[in-house]
């Protein structure tokens, strides 16, 4: 058997043996923390491989006055991007380093002592490499631990999802070789749905799990890769999970059905494959929540309902594949109590973990913190400078937000190198950001210009555990201009009437960075130039960084429908203005009527003059919000029909009579694929352009 994981590559199990010999790990988990996945899996460290460059260091207390002596952590993804803090002996102001051949770039390293620099691991080949320290150009410093960092052979996208489980991830592997026996475990779990999509990619649905980070194993033949904390349960919703997937229709359909609070299944779910329940296929689920169809019939696109008992219905119009995972909202009524404890809805976030580091300026002293040299001076009576830190955003629309005024950090503060800082931070593998500049609280609302910016990726938090000796360089300075090219929607007699733009920085994938002079609202009608200022350069620490650009025309302060999208623009530079344009058109129901009777069969639209619209999905709103019908539709202007579901609403699984409220949403996205639809392209934030407006009906008795 073979053996491949953030520490171990490729090699025989006897050879294992050989390398577990104790003066070859010398690398250890940061302070404090302690992965739940550790013990599992024999721990993390870099074993000796053989070879290397010439001058090897291991013992750290012999009378060298140079080592290398260990990374934390001592695995990461072979994308590199991650801090690493490289401990050794002897480090000099002028202290490089090199992972394998690549000499760390050191715009991006932060020397702390004489015995640490935190760098951002290169991109490398998956496996074992060495480090290398030297103080400048002077060979006689130069010193290697064999082994001591590993690339992870894996990563997963997402690398994170809710405990209740269901979240699709897709898998990359280097080096790999997936074919038909390949098994993917998560914290020894199954993966379900396991499709393998190349030899270096695969697809699979994340089992439940309890908070924390997990090992995530690939198993293929006789080679099993394994990566510690390749996957990080919390309580929170990415958008990953459910869709459509598969290959083309023919003459089978599996439909899988779940909670979408507590992610199990239900039992007794009812699916239905076409739009009269007549002549329709109908399938129960199983106790995993499994309907499976089998019929000649299925060999074109089909619609899908899916219902169950106490839960909202869900279609899907002209499915063309063959699976289909759906989460259905449970009804939270007292009659539907009656099963049960009312399912948990609320009031859960993501488990935290504490943050230490410091915050580093340049210009100091050797080994010792420089002042705020890239901050003005305080002018006005209620000024301060002030820093604050933060952890990437899953949402680049969110307002940015000033901290509370115990989590400022300023000049006074203590450290060594640098500022310290203390912060709680959602568990995950996580990209860190620090703004400074003048803060002004006497006015509401309270007033912060920021001027200087520093970002680490890559930093492990542990629930309930404290990741310390974080260092954030703070040499980037806002003092760029982005400069929006608008051509705003036109607006129609219920509006939109005002635009809101915005600005972030997307850090790869670990989410966004928000800025205070991230969004700005005029109104409509807007054609012009709307300047952003105060942003960075995308270079140094933000090399391969994107500005991520959206524009949301609005009706009222409240941001009432009708509204108009565009998400997703994507620039490098501020050197010429990013044309925003490409709205797509505002929908309009034509059936039913305003106001009038829906036969819960029957519906079409169309959309406005603007952009082409890929998909719609439809919200049908019933009972004051009690149930809501979701119906999802490859294409802009159409007439389609659904089931007539009202033999179900004594159940509590059809809407109930009464006041509708129909919401309609168009989206266009930059490549299309309805048979790879997933949940997160069913709400405006995954769409590149929408627009939606809200309709009332009536549902007759």
């Not at 025989?12 to 690398?27: N, R």
């Not at 914290?187 to 695969?202: A, F, N, R, W």
């Not at 006074?412 to 500049?437: D, H, K, S, T």
């Not at 009432?560 to 925003?580: Q, R, W």
């Amino acid at each position: 058997m073979q053996l491949r994981h953030g520490l171990i590559l490729g090699f025989s199990a006897a050879a294992i043996v050989t390398l577990l010999a104790p003066s070859a790990c010398i690398a250890t988990s940061p302070t404090g923390i302690h992965r739940q996945t550790d013990q599992d899996t024999g721990g993390g460290g870099g074993f000796a491989t053989g070879g290397g460059p010439t001058t090897t260091s291991f013992d750290p207390g012999g009378n060298d006055p140079h080592a290398t002596i260990g990374c934390e952590p001592s695995h990461g993804p072979f994308l590199g991007g991650g801090r690493v803090l490289v401990r050794g002996k002897g480090f000099g102001a002028d202290v490089r380093v090199w992972f394998g051949d690549v000499e760390v770039d050191p715009k991006g390293s932060v020397i702390v002592d004489d015995a640490r620099v935190q760098v951002t691991a290169p991109p490398g080949a998956a496996g074992p490499i060495d480090v290398t320290t030297q103080n400048g150009d002077d060979e006689s410093t130069k010193r290697t631990l064999p082994g001591g960092y590993v690339y992870d052979a894996l990563y997963a996208v997402p690398d994170e999802g809710p405990t209740s489980g269901g979240t699709k991830i897709e898998i990359n592997g280097q080096g790999t070789h997936f074919d038909a026996t390949t098994a993917v475990k998560i914290d020894g779990k199954d993966c379900g749905d396991l499709t393998v999509q190349s030899e270096t990619t695969l697809a699979c649905t994340v089992p439940g799990g309890t908070p924390g980070a997990k090992t995530l194993l690939v198993k293929t033949g006789d080679e099993s890769i394994i990566v510690l904390d390749g996957y990080t349960y919390q309580d929170s919703d990415n958008g990953f999970k459910g869709g459509l997937d598969g290959s083309p229709l023919a003459g089978k359909l599996k439909v899988l059905v779940f909670d979408n609070y507590t992610g199990e299944a239900i039992p007794g779910a009812v699916a239905i494959v076409g739009t009269d329940i007549a002549s329709a296929l109908l399938g129960y689920a199983s106790d995993s929540g499994v309907v499976q169809f089998e019929d000649p019939s299925l060999n074109s696109p089909r619609t899908v309902t899916i219902t169950g008992h106490c839960h909202s219905p869900t279609t899907f119009v002209d499915v063309p594949v063959d699976t289909v995972t759906v989460y259905l909202d449970p009804v939270l009524t007292p009659e539907c109590a009656a099963m049960g404890d009312p399912p948990p809805v609320g009031g859960k976030g993501a488990l935290a973990g504490i943050v230490q580091g410091e915050l580093v300026w340049e210009g100091g002293v050797e080994f010792k913190k420089a002042p705020w040299t890239n901050v003005p001076g305080e002018i006005g009576p209620n000024e301060q400078r002030a820093a604050y830190v933060f952890y990437a955003s899953t949402d680049p629309t969110y307002p940015f937000q000033l901290p509370a005024i115990t989590a400022r950090i300023g000049p006074e503060a203590g450290g060594e190198v640098g500022y310290e800082f203390q912060a709680p931070i959602a568990a995950g593998n996580r990209a860190l950001y620090a703004l400074a500049g003048i803060e002004d609280r006497s006015v509401y609302p309270n007033k912060f210009t920021a001027y200087a910016m520093g970002v680490v990726k890559g930093v492990p938090v542990v629930p309930s555990e404290v990741t310390q000796n974080v260092y954030i360089s703070m040499t980037k300075t806002l003092d760029q201009a982005l400069t929006l090219d608008i051509s705003g929607p036109t607006p129609g007699p219920k509006g939109p009437d005002r635009l809101r733009a915005t600005v972030a920085i997307q850090l790869g994938n670990d989410g966004f960075a928000l800025l205070p002079v991230g969004q700005k609202t005029p109104l409509l009608p807007f054609d012009g130039l709307l300047p952003f200022v105060g942003v960075p350069s995308l270079d140094q620490e933000l090399y391969g960084a994107t500005f991520y650009i959206t524009a949301r025309a609005q009706t009222g302060q409240a941001s009432a429908a009708p509204v108009a999208g565009v998400n997703k623009l994507l620039a490098t530079s501020t050197a010429e203005p990013i044309p925003v344009k490409d709205f797509v058109g505002i929908p309009t129901v034509d059936n039913p009527a305003l106001n009038d009777a829906w036969d819960e069969v029957h519906l079409s639209a169309h959309y406005g003059p603007g952009a082409p619209v890929d998909l719609s999905v439809w919200d049908i709103t019933s009972g004051n919000g009690l149930v809501h019908w979701l119906i999802v539709v490859p294409a802009g202007d159409h007439d389609i029909e659904v089931p007539d579901l009202s033999g179900y609403r004594s159940d509590f699984a059809a809407l109930p009579t009464g006041p509708v409220v129909m919401s309609l949403t168009g989206g266009r996205f930059d490549a299309f694929d309805y048979g790879k639809l997933r949940y997160r392209h069913l709400r405006p934030s995954g769409m590149a352009a929408y627009a939606t407006d809200t309709f009332a009906a009536h549902i007759d008795p």
